[in-house]
């Protein structure tokens, strides 16, 4: 035996051919076979060549003739010789020893080894036809079942580009968009411990940084590329919606050689934490498990990644239906199975493969014999229920009453399309057996009466809601199976979801054209470019009305995953089409290392646009077609351009090609006017143009949207709202615009919002002089960043002559109230500027679901039983105060006090972390407002909840209204427009309206429910009306390293003033009344501020309550410190009104100078001890050096915590240190940019209020 190897991929790559091998490898055949002579055989290839590729052009034979010149020279085969060793090799001992270093680490349980060793090695050997029947009764696979999840143990090295993506932290949102259009699964998100971070076997391979997000508090964030499961398609990288980019390509063995496989192992054996965050949002979604990994499918693969969502939303429910095709070749080919089950639930999608033309017939009569055995065991449980209350078995009385509670509650939740009867499965099954099986055996049922139990047990499987998914490729939808697919979506009662990946011919069989093929594309069977455009498969199933339909692309994943959740939602048929790109398109210049890229040019140039039709909508009185895609930007002929089946028939017919492409322009125009004439809604515009006002947005996870919609709906004088991307400038020339602008990352513009401030940016004429505007900006002024868009937006605008009609409101999440605060004193002013009314109809109120109970009053256990739900909900514990002490002199109206919460280990924090807190009203307050409000009911009246405020059972109005309702909270005009609406009589309604003077400081919601008694609210509409009592976030002075079972808080105990005089905040007013030993129900929330590591130098500033995340990072150098390890330097920068008073932490502070003042330095600022001119920490800034060598020459961090009155100015002072004295424009404009870099790459943290 001779062995030679060749590096074909290179050669190719050399001549222009990348991935294209197979004349290389012919031409390495003819050479050591010998069948013919080598020069006859490479001029036998040259003319086949020139016969299959001239259509491609001149350019592509060329390159072939010459690659086949050079790869024919024996100097490019290397001659390996064979060990010795080989020939005596043992083959059962070499193959077993192979199969041991085949990540068994990954194969943690008997089941799954046993299956790779009996069954898939021998398969993989070709050695099938020898495996003995016994093995497969074995390996439990009677019936045709199949082991989950087996691909994951078969790797790719090297993969097809021999490159994978490279995570840059720094440049990292964390938005998870790259891990959504992943083909193969190979790229995810993994929440984590600092002790797992630390602990990883290479931990320069394991980057982590804090989680973004409350729900994450505590928690780090890293993104792991699998190198052995990856094929480098780039889908990533292109879908990264960064700039910098947050992912670059790198050589794959680089990788490998640094313990990048062993990293990827660790990553993945760590806790399943998905359920930590909502799976119904985009970056949510991305955290959960997929359910359907390491396909076979091709590099690039368009289809997978729609599957992989799926079984991220719906996986542990779901069952999948699949027509024969690329979905079924990549998804069922023994012995690989791509489908899989948590490792945390052990539940997975059940997946079945039909004949080709049936497969909407086969996934029905999977629908139609689970709803029968459904009803069945609902059936079974009603009666369970009513004879357990009939006579109720004393044996097992407890456990029996909890699972009849637990009955109940799916009884009425067993409709619903969540994961909530999932949930309760769980918390029944322990109950079921152990009613029915001997605990000691396992075997026995205990008495005669189980008999119904035994029934439901045995249809266990049907507890939870079953989400029926029937999927398959266009050449089944479309045409074979179109019969039947079109039989089940007729039926309203047909509670099924289809997906259809359309690729646009039939791609496992070689790229036959079928119905969805376009005019144009040169396929098999209409190699002279298909004459019929494609069948409008979306558009056909609207005519039935009950149908949901959506067009999909993964260029749009919020679209997608919206679309996704709204169709297993719907209840009946749905109909999903998402456009996947395949090889078989012949995408141009890089095949499906283009294929996001592919998408976007898709949906961009109308060729393939997205829309949803939700039939719902219509009960409400809306319009169900929302066309999600409203803007051409770009030609229809520029996508054609990058598609091979285009291409190719543009070279061989080019009069026929300019005939079709011209047919599909128009089409395309055509279309998109029928669309946008559809999606105009209800108003009584004929076409959007009428419309004097354009409401348009720009939206990051959808919030600016919401308001948009809401904002359009009720302007008539606007049609809609529209993303700003699906716009142009000259569109809105002569309008009046509203914006609603998000801001995204470092201060950048959404995705959906940049082509069009771009365009704005390059226009150069003015705008014509009636164009007016106004910007509604959202944003978080925690950040230095705060509603930049929206200003860079403004200012654009203004640059181009047009006028504000209206300065821009600020939505500001950080504020007490939340952006509502903002929006609505914006929106009072927004109406009279457009020269309307306000609108005298307010957002429809839902009421809370509830029945007053029969009892009198309800036991006080009960009553914190219910509470505790509510708490619960939010994930917030109750923590016991063990330590209190005053910080400052007491006796005048600014009290800092050090709390100390024993927490155990049950939080987990960092440092720059917070504490939000959850305050409660004065119960003997709301006790007088209740009984002084009705007469009808009181504190101790108590009702019964479904699942409102996360509380299922009965409460007393009392303990609802005292720790739930901000009832003494500030109110907003919102609240006063929706109690005008129960107020019968006009006037007084008028008058309620035009009060003003009733929304005055120190007036709360409590004051104009009294104030306004005649407009009394039914209980379930009051309840809606009353916000929730919001936490407060203090941050925690302490560090994790020194007490880990330990939170301090430094809290400034703030008052006001109004008529009535002195006032405290609600949580401040609770706080000051608190002792040690009392509790408080908290919990972690993520601070803005990203820990400093020791090696970092580190300038902190901080005013008041401020100095408290600083403490925590200077505790934490200490400790560090402590232990021998070399920090860098470490300035302090603290002021405060007076030093006597107020000097907070001055002995710690003082001692840490005297002991570290090698590293450590301490200024402060205490301004009403000055005389004359006060000084603040910003002066000090700007007096000293430190800032300049620590942050400018060191590359050190700048963390700031204080009121939203202090970056302003210190960032003037930064720019002061940063001249170093020098005022030339050069060097003001240096220093200027120096500041601004800070914040841009993450070198500056502010955390303000």
């Known amino acids: 035996v001779n062995f030679y190897i060749m590096d074909a991929a290179s050669l190719a790559a050399k001549f222009g051919l990348k991935g294209k091998i197979n004349m290389i490898c012919m031409s390495a055949f003819f050479r050591l076979a010998g069948v013919l002579p080598i020069e006859e055989a490479i001029s036998l290839l040259k003319k086949a060549i020139t016969k299959t590729y001239s259509y491609k052009g001149e350019d592509v034979v060329k390159k072939n003739h010459d690659l086949l010149d050079v790869c024919s020279d024996p100097r490019f085969m290397i001659a390996v010789d064979i060990p010795s060793r080989w020939k005596r090799a043992n083959h059962a001992t070499e193959d077993k020893r192979a199969y041991s270093k085949r990540h068994v680490a990954l194969m943690d349980d008997d089941k799954t080894r046993k299956f790779m060793e009996d069954i898939a090695m021998p398969v993989s050997r070709l050695e099938g036809d020898t495996i003995p029947i016994s093995k497969f009764l074995e390996n439990h696979m009677l019936g045709g079942v199949m082991q989950p999840g087996t691909t994951r143990h078969e790797k790719r090295r090297p993969n097809p580009s021999n490159l994978i993506p490279r995570w840059n932290a720094s440049a990292c949102t964390q938005c998870n968009q790259c891990v959504a259009v992943c083909p193969h699964a190979a790229i995810r998100p993994f929440i984590v411990s600092r002790d797992e971070s630390e602990q990883a076997p290479h931990p320069n391979q394991f980057t982590t940084v804090k989680s973004l997000g409350a729900e994450l508090a505590g928690t780090r964030y890293t993104l792991q590329i699998s190198p052995l499961d990856c094929t480098g398609c780039h889908a990533c990288v292109e879908a990264c ?37 909502d799976k119904y949002t985009l970056k949510g979604s991305q955290f959960q498990v997929p359910l359907m990994e390491f396909s ?71 629908f139609s014999a689970m709803r029968h055995r459904r009803e069945r065991l609902i059936k079974l449980v009603e009666e369970y229920v009513h004879e357990h209350e009939l006579h109720s078995n004393t044996e097992n009385a407890k456990e029996e009453s909890v699972l009849v509670s637990l009955f109940h509650e799916w009884l009425d939740f067993r409709d619903e399309k969540t994961d909530k009867c999932t949930i309760l499965y769980d918390r029944m099954k322990p109950l079921l057996e152990c009613l029915l099986f001997d605990t000691k055996t396992s075997e026995n049922y205990n008495g005669k009466h189980h008999s119904k139990l035994r029934q439901i047990y045995s249809d266990r499987d049907m507890f939870p809601k079953l989400s029926q998914w029937i999927v398959g490729g266009d050449g089944w939808a479309y045409d074979i199976g179109y019969g039947g697919l079109d039989h089940v979506e007729a039926f309203e009662a047909n509670d099924v979801n289809v997906l259809v990946v359309d690729t646009e011919m039939y791609s496992n069989t070689g790229g036959q054209q079928s119905k969805a093929t376009p005019a144009g594309a040169s396929v098999k069977f209409a190699i002279g470019g298909k004459q019929q455009r494609k069948k409008p498969m979306g558009e056909i199933f609207m005519t039935y009305e009950h149908v949901y339909v959506a067009s999909v692309c993964l260029s749009n994943q919020s679209h997608l995953l919206q679309a996704l959740i709204e169709a297993d939602r719907h209840n009946g048929p749905s109909f999903v089409v998402a456009y996947a790109p395949c090889i078989q398109q012949q995408v141009r210049p890089d095949g499906l290392n283009d294929m996001f890229d592919e998408c976007r040019y898709a949906v961009d140039s109308g060729y393939w646009p997205l829309y949803r039709y939700n039939p719902s909508l219509i009960e409400e009185g809306k319009n169900p077609f929302i066309l999600d895609s409203k803007k051409l930007r770009k030609e229809v002929t520029s996508f054609l351009k990058r598609e091979g089946r285009f291409i190719n028939l543009k070279k061989a017919h080019p009069e026929i090609a300019d005939e079709l492409f011209q047919k599909m322009n128009t089409d395309v125009h055509h279309r998109m006017e029928l669309m946008l004439t559809r999606a105009a809604g209800y108003k009584s515009f004929s076409t959007k143009d009428e419309a004097s006002v354009q409401t348009l947005f720009a939206s990051e996870t959808g919030t600016a949207q919401r308001l948009a919609r809401d904002f359009a709906d009720a302007c008539r004088l606007s049609h809609g709202a529209d993303a700003l991307n699906d716009i142009d400038p000259n569109d809105i020339d002569g309008k009046t615009v509203i914006f609603f602008v998000a801001t995204c990352g470092q201060g950048a513009m959404p995705q959906n919002g940049s082509a069009f401030y771009k365009a704005l940016c390059a226009r150069t004429e003015p705008f014509s002089e009636c164009t007016a505007f106004s910007v509604m900006a959202l944003g978080d002024s925690s950040y230095y960043f705060f509603c930049k868009a929206a200003k860079d937006l403004e200012d654009a605008m203004l640059n181009l002559s047009a006028k504000c009609i209206l300065p821009m409101g600020e939505g500001d999440d950080s504020s007490p109230e939340g952006l509502e605060e903002g929006l609505h004193l914006w929106l009072d002013k927004v109406w009279p500027a457009l020269g309307l009314d306000a609108p005298h109809e ?52 600014r009290d800092f006090y050090s709390f100390t919460l024993d927490t155990g280990n049950g939080l987990v924090y960092e440092p720059g972390d917070t504490l939000e807190i959850f305050p409660s009203n004065d119960h003997n307050r709301v006790v007088e407002f209740l009984r002084e409000y009705s007469s009808d009911w009181d504190e101790r009246t108590v009702i019964k909840l479904s699942h409102a405020f996360g509380i299922h059972g009965e409460i007393s109005l009392g303990s609802l209204f005292t720790n739930i309702l901000d009832l003494f909270g500030k109110p907003t005009m919102h609240f006063l427009q929706q109690l005008a609406t129960f107020e019968g009589d006009e006037e007084r309604r008028h008058a309620m309206l035009e009060g003003k003077r009733s929304l005055e400081k120190g007036v709360n919601f409590a004051d104009l429910l009294l104030l306004y008694k005649s407009a009394h609210p039914p209980l379930p509409a009051l309840l809606a009306m009353l916000p929730m009592i919001k936490g407060r976030a203090y941050s925690i002075t302490s560090a994790p390293s020194v007490s880990p079972n330990n939170i301090e808080l430094c809290v400034l105990i703030d008052t006001w003033w109004c008529e009535d005089g002195m006032r405290y905040g609600l949580t401040c007013d609770m706080l000051r009344k608190l002792h040690e030993g009392d509790s408080i129900w908290c919990r972690v929330k993520p601070g803005s501020m990203e820990p400093p590591t020791h090696e970092q130098p580190v300038v902190c500033v901080g005013i008041g309550s401020g100095l408290a995340p600083h403490m925590s990072f200077l505790r934490d150098r200490i400790h560090t410190a402590n232990l021998g390890v070399d920090v860098a330097p470490f300035s302090l920068y603290f002021g405060n009104r007076f030093k006597e008073r107020e000097f907070l932490y001055r002995d710690e502070l003082e001692q840490i100078a005297a002991e570290h003042g090698s590293w450590f330095k301490l200024h402060t600022a205490f301004s009403r001890d000055m005389v004359g001119k006060k000084v603040y920490v910003q002066d000090l800034i700007a007096a000293t050096d430190d800032a300049y060598k620590y942050l400018l020459q060191n590359k050190g961090m700048l963390y700031v915590c204080g009121n939203r009155n202090l970056p302003k100015p210190l960032q003037q002072s930064l720019k002061v240190s940063f001249a170093q004295g020098r005022v030339d424009k050069k060097s003001t404009e240096e220093a200027a940019k120096a500041v601004e870099n800070l914040f841009v790459h993450g070198r500056a943290q502010q955390e303000v209020w």
């Open 296 to 366: 076979g499918a091709c590099s690039g693969c368009g289809e997978t990644p729609y599957f992989k969502m799926l079984t991220q939303l719906f996986g542990e429910r779901m069952i999948i239906a699949n027509a024969t095709g690329c979905s079924t070749i990549w998804g069922g080919s023994f012995p690989s199975n791509p489908y899989t089950v948590s490792q945390k639930t052990k539940r997975g999608p059940a997946w079945a493969n039909s004949l080709f033309e049936d497969n909407a017939e086969y996934g029905f009569g999977m």
């Open 241 to 277: 919606p960064e700039s910098p980019k947050a992912l670059k390509m790198q050589d794959v063995e680089d990788v490998l050689l640094s313990g990048g496989e062993q990293t990827w192992d660790y990553a993945v054996n760590l806790p399943e934490r998905g359920d930590l965050v």
């Open 842 to 893: 307010v957002p429809h109120i839902t009421p809370i679901e509830l029945l007053f109970s029969k009892r009198a009053i309800i036991p006080e256990n009960e009553d914190d039983r219910a509470i505790g739900q509510y708490y619960d909900s939010i994930h917030t514990r109750a923590i016991p105060i063990s330590k209190l002490k005053s910080l400052s002199e007491g006796g005048h109206n």
